[in-house]
């Protein structure tokens, strides 16, 4: 038997292995979502009927937990989520459908932070297209991402049917906080191109699932010339290269002409046949939407145009409540003499 032979045996059954477990796992995790809104959804039908108070919860979380001293999840806290859950989403078909690939802990941070079902419907969806652990939930909430995904200005849909538009579209943000960068006021653009590529698991992150890295300051030669990408990427679910120019100030309309110039290159030199034209994304410090949409009006290849910062801004109308430099050396010189 050949080395190689036996490594594709090797993988295929490992692939089946992987494959398997997912599913168990998919399916244990469903029938705990099964039971919890069951529970809850008696416990809220019993309440309307006989007026039931919050005290019926006490009593019952102590006598389940007595039955069944082995069963972790019978805690009064969590059986009010549970009727939470039953009350936000009287649809039983939610919780068999999409929201069945999120766990538990998922589903209780989204009720606890959010009272809109469309909010929650959005980020259940997109933590099940991404994959996107209960720590990245958080993380994004935090960044409040449901406000930025898919508002970005771009000329998709002049070169994508409305549905791949739509779908390339949902892909980005609007605007991205690059918080794992080290703040510079001097900073150039090959200091962020390498600071994204020093963090590139956490830049990935901040893109969203699919995104494979090709490489920083791609080599192109074209007319016996030598041109460099900033940071080439290939998504392997749209099937397309993403090419990402960075850009330390505000959207300028010139820089359209130079991405363009880069994704006819990338079309021409590295595209296959099956590959969908590629795609060029331009981040910069800040833009004009509206100057934004007169430069791409007319482009050739598809692109869109965003903006980036290195930390979360703060709003203004905290900005006074906020203590100055000064008063902050001061407190912490009061408290820790």
């Known amino acids: 038997m050949e080395i190689k032979e036996y490594q594709n045996l090797f993988l295929e059954v490992k692939q089946v292995v992987k494959q398997s477990q997912t599913t168990a796992i998919t399916k244990v995790n469903q029938e705990l979502l099964n ?65 069945a690939q999120l766990s538990w802990s998922h589903h209780v941070l989204l009720l606890n932070t959010f009272s809109e079902e469309r909010i929650r419907t959005w980020y259940i969806n997109k933590s099940a297209q991404e994959g996107w652990s209960y720590r990245v939930l958080q993380h994004q909430i935090k ?42 006021d001097k900073m150039k653009e090959k200091d962020l191109e390498s600071e994204l590529v020093k963090n590139i698991t956490d830049f990935l992150l901040s893109l969203g699932k699919g995104f494979s890295y090709i490489g920083k300051q791609y080599h192109l030669e074209i007319g016996n010339q030598d041109f460099y990408i900033d940071l080439l990427f290939y998504h392997y679910k749209l099937k397309c290269f993403v090419v990402v120019e960075l850009k330390i100030d505000d959207f300028k309309p010139e820089y359209v002409g130079k991405l363009n110039f880069y994704l ?37 290849k598809p692109m869109g145009v965003v903006s980036y910062s290195v930390s979360k801004k703060i709003p203004d109308n905290l900005k006074d409540s906020l203590p100055t430099e000064k008063e902050l050396k001061s407190i912490l010189k009061r408290n820790f003499k």
């Not at 019952?60 to 039953?86: E, H, Q, Y």
Request: neutral net charge.
């Open 35 to 99: 039971l919890y809104y069951q529970i809850g959804k008696i416990i809220l039908e019993k309440q309307k009927q006989k007026g039931w108070g919050a005290k019926v919860i006490d009593t019952l979380s102590k006598d389940l937990l007595t039955d069944f001293p082995t069963i972790k999840g019978f805690s009064v806290r969590n059986l009010k989520n549970m009727r939470k859950f039953a009350e936000a989403y009287p649809n039983f078909l939610i919780v068999q459908t999409v929201s």
């Open 143 to 184: 960044l409040e991402v449901h406000k930025s995904f898919g508002s970005l200005p771009n000329n998709f849909d002049t070169h994508f049917s409305n549905s791949e538009a739509e779908s390339i579209t949902q892909l980005f943000k609007d605007e991205y906080i690059f918080d794992f960068i080290s703040q510079n």
């Open 264 to 300: 006819s290159a990338v079309d021409d030199l590295l595209k296959q046949k099956e590959d969908l034209p590629s795609i060029g994304l331009l981040l910069c410090s800040s833009k004009n939407n509206t100057i934004v949409e007169y430069a791409l009006r007319d482009v050739s």
